[in-house]
């Protein structure tokens, strides 16, 4: 089953909001061109279109920025503090934390080195944290831990808690495996 469903309910809630013909988003590491009349969703670094999970999570930010974003709230919460997580967080963790864990478990101070290419900053907390703004006000900061004598390295992801007035959780977990992706 593909995205079908999801992706005409996200354009025509976008047309229902008036949303203006062409829009312009950052997510990430690049810039997307929607274009309402076409429903099209263009990444314009590489000048193709948006893969469907990409366009669903842009479509449901544009929805509510026209709506009206929530203000950050700057309280910080785990995949398991949400509302609503039971029977996701097996899919989220082996989605997000594992691949960073894997990445960077054994030598966390390497994740620094993204902040060149992501909208990123260093944070505290771990042994070294960063917080990448997915999308204007959407912030996800990633925790990191260096293995010890009695554990093995570990990670987290956090959310401002303004994110539950914006994604639901399927779009969350999708959210967190694309900002593990690029790390």
């Known amino acids: 089953m593909g995205y079908e469903v999801a992706l005409k309910k996200a354009w025509d809630d976008l047309a229902n909001l008036k949303a203006p013909k062409n ?7 690049d810039e997307y061109n ?3 009349a076409a429903e099209k969703i263009l990444s314009l670094p590489c000048n193709a279109p948006a893969k469907d999970f990409v366009s669903i999570l842009i479509l449901h930010y544009l929805a ?3 709506r009206g974003l929530p203000a950050l709230s700057s309280q910080w919460l785990t995949f398991r503090e949400l509302s609503g997580v039971e029977g996701y967080y097996d899919a ?8 960073i864990i894997r990445k960077y ?20 907390g771990g042994d070294i944290s960063i917080v990448v703004e997915a999308f204007a006000d959407v912030p996800v900061l990633i925790k990191l831990w260096k293995p010890d004598a009695e554990f093995g390295p570990d990670a987290n992801i956090y959310f401002d808690a303004s994110i539950k ?19």
């Open 64 to 66: 509510q920025k026209l």
């Open 105 to 124: 478990g054994n030598s966390p101070d390497a994740l620094g080195d993204v902040l060149g290419r992501l909208p990123a900053r260093l944070s505290e």
């Open 165 to 183: 007035n914006i994604f639901c959780i399927e779009d969350i977990v999708v959210l967190a495996q694309l900002v593990a992706g690029q790390l």
């Open 23 to 29: 829009l312009s988003v950052k997510f990430l590491a």
């Open 34 to 36: 929607v274009d309402t």
């Open 92 to 99: 989220y963790y082996k989605r997000s934390i594992e691949p």
